[in-house]
């Protein structure tokens, strides 16, 4: 095996390790997102008020 063929074939490599880190970050804001949306439910149920109000009601 020469050298170009050995560091054509790592690219792909290197290409999907970079996927994997950013579906990991993807991941991890819609994780962050979920858990501040679960600690706000929690704070309206215990107060009764939420962030949103219904006028028309």
């Given at each position: 095996?020469?050298?170009?063929?050995?560091?054509?074939?790592?690219?792909?490599?290197?290409?999907?390790?970079?996927?994997t880190?950013?579906?990991?970050?993807?991941?991890?804001?819609?994780?962050?997102?979920?858990?501040?949306?679960?600690?706000?439910?929690?704070?309206?149920?215990?107060?009764?008020?939420?962030?949103?109000?219904?006028?028309?009601?």
């Amino acid at each position: 095996m020469d050298v170009t063929s050995s560091s054509n074939s790592s690219i792909p490599i290197e290409v999907m390790k970079k996927a994997t880190q950013v579906q990991e970050q993807a991941v991890m804001k819609v994780l962050e997102s979920a858990e501040e949306q679960s600690k706000q439910i929690n704070t309206a149920q215990k107060t009764g008020m939420g962030k949103n109000l219904d006028l028309m009601s």
